[in-house]
Antibody
Framework: QVQLVESGGGLVKPGGSLRLSCAAS????????MSWIRQAPGKGLEWVSY????????YYADSVKGRFTISRDNAKNSLYLQMNSLRAEDTAVYYC???????????????WGQGTLVTVSS | VIWMTQSPSLLSASTGDRVTISCRMS??????LAWYQQKPGKAPELLIY???TLQSGVPSRFSGSGSGTDFTLTISCLQSEDFATYYC?????FGQGTKVEIK
């Protein structure tokens, strides 16, 4: 069955960096768009970024543009999120999710990992 | 920018009740809307996509309707396992969430 396992979260100081990973199994990873979505403690869901199946198309939320970089390695069935210049407001559980794109105007997230907690604090 | 308004934010109901959650868009989005359920400490799960298509494995008491700007998630007969928070989503925007709690 589909499995997405995030890792790499932890405590980091403001201005620091962290790299999250998401290991995928149970489906043909190279066929799927993938996304990162986050959830601050006690808050709602916020989409962060998505990457096309080949890696050629990438989008970011304005809140992370210029600081975060999404990437993937299809040979390793893995998705990554490099987070630089971290701020307190980046504190959240970060989920990776497989993403279904519909007619280039809509997309949704059909499978989610369990999430990894990133805490930005001095 | 498309704005999304999900309501109510809190819904108190009893087992067996029929409940509806609304998601209203600031401009038409055809049927490009999804609904998710999230239980405490767990990842969200996809319930419905394309406004009304039930994800595989989701009980038939869940249904979605609407197109354009107004969408609804309906739970026809609330079960104990349905007490959770529900989110609508269009592209990179999620609704604010609706917590369904026990009355």
């Amino acid at each position: 069955q589909v499995q997405l396992v995030e890792s790499g979260g932890g405590l980091v100081k403001p201005g620091g960096s962290l790299r999250l990973s998401c290991a995928a199994s149970g489906f043909t990873f190279s066929d799927y768009y993938m996304s990162w979505i986050r959830q601050a403690p006690g808050k709602g869901l916020e989409w962060v970024s998505y990457i096309s199946s080949s890696g050629s198309t990438i989008y970011y939320a304005d809140s992370v543009k210029g600081r975060f970089t999404i990437s993937r390695d299809n040979a390793k069935n893995s998705l990554y999120l490099q987070m630089n210049s971290l701020r307190a407001e980046d504190t959240a559980v970060y989920y990776c999710a497989s993403t279904v794109v519909v007619a280039a105007t809509g997309y949704y997230f059909d499978y989610w990992g369990q999430g990894t907690l990133v805490t930005v604090s001095s | 920018v498309i704005w999304m308004t999900q309501s109510p934010s809190l819904l108190s109901a009893s087992t067996g009740d029929r409940v509806t959650i609304s998601c209203r868009m600031s401009q038409g989005i055809s049927s490009y809307l999804a609904w998710y359920q999230q239980k405490p400490g767990k990842a969200p799960e996809l319930l419905i996509y394309a406004a009304s298509t039930l994800q595989s494995g989701v009980p038939s008491r869940f249904s979605g309707s609407g197109s354009g700007t107004d969408f609804t998630l309906t739970i026809s007969c609330l079960q104990s396992e349905d007490f959770a928070t529900y989110y609508c989503q269009h592209r990179g925007t999620f609704g604010q969430g609706t917590k369904v709690e026990i009355k």
